[in-house]
């Protein structure tokens, strides 16, 4: 088992090989919207840039047993029992890369020194013979972590290291780029939402002459007995004049 600072190891990829592994993910990232969608390319991509045979990546602000909301990976079963074996055996490179902030690498699970308990559970349960684990860091903050498996010992070298520390650079920037997106997204939705569901509120104060609150639990006693959301109910009020008989 070795470990890295991210931002000592970019320097041992050669010139070319970096601007193809930078441009290529860089304009794929940037092109894609949404946290899931760019952890999925994020996840593929770095199967063929690093390479390795699977990849996972995760964002988190703590991981726990259960595994991350914002997640994905090239093989959701083989993920799942890898995250089984994590879950028992309560360490794993990925949750060390995470909490330190440093990149983590296990050569041969066969011979894994620090991470015994799970390391003899994926020798036992998988194919996976090595694991190569990367923080995504933005701003002096881990976001997440990406994890690259093998199914041959000592299949990451030094390059392999490189490249991926470039990938979850970048993965890093796109994630938070992505994050803020949606928060903007749901943002405005919220407010949209806020607006439809005033009006629909100040049409039902006029026309049956009841105070909001009263109005506001109209629409509540709607969406209950419709099964939808109150933004929904109140747009259908908007567009009929009509609410749902309770």
């Avoid at 029992?81 to 902030?101: C, H, I, M, Q, T």
Wanted: include cysteine; charge should be negative; proline fraction near 4%.
């Amino acid at each position: 088992m070795t470990t890295h600072r991210p931002d000592t190891m970019v320097g041992d990829v050669s010139g070319l090989d970096a601007a193809n592994v930078v441009t290529t993910l860089a304009r794929v990232l940037a092109e894609t919207p949404g946290v899931l969608p760019t952890l999925h390319e994020i996840a593929t991509r770095s199967v063929d840039l690093v390479p390795c045979d699977w990849a996972a990546v995760a964002v988190a602000e703590r991981f726990t047993r259960r595994r991350a909301r914002l997640a994905d990976s090239t093989d959701d079963a083989l993920m799942e029992r890898v995250a089984v074996a994590a879950a028992e055996a309560g360490d794993s490179p990925g949750l060390a890369a995470f909490e330190a902030g440093e990149t983590v690498r296990c050569d041969d699970l066969a011979h894994e020194c620090r991470f015994t308990a799970y390391a003899t559970q994926l020798v036992a349960r998988t194919p996976i013979r090595a694991v190569l684990s990367v923080p995504l860091r933005f701003h002096d903050a881990t976001l997440g972590v990406l994890t690259l498996y093998s199914a041959t010992p000592h299949s990451f070298d030094e390059s392999s290291v490189a490249r991926a520390t470039l990938v979850a650079e970048h993965a890093a920037i796109a994630v938070e780029a992505a994050r803020s997106d949606d928060r903007a997204v749901q943002l405005q939705a919220a407010l949209e939402h806020s607006r439809t569901i005033g009006a629909a509120i100040g049409i039902l104060v006029e026309r049956h002459r009841i105070l909001p609150d009263e109005a506001l639990q109209m629409l509540r006693e709607a969406s209950q007995h419709t099964n939808r959301k109150l933004a929904q109910v109140a747009t259908d009020l908007l567009e009929t004049g009509a609410l749902p008989e309770v």
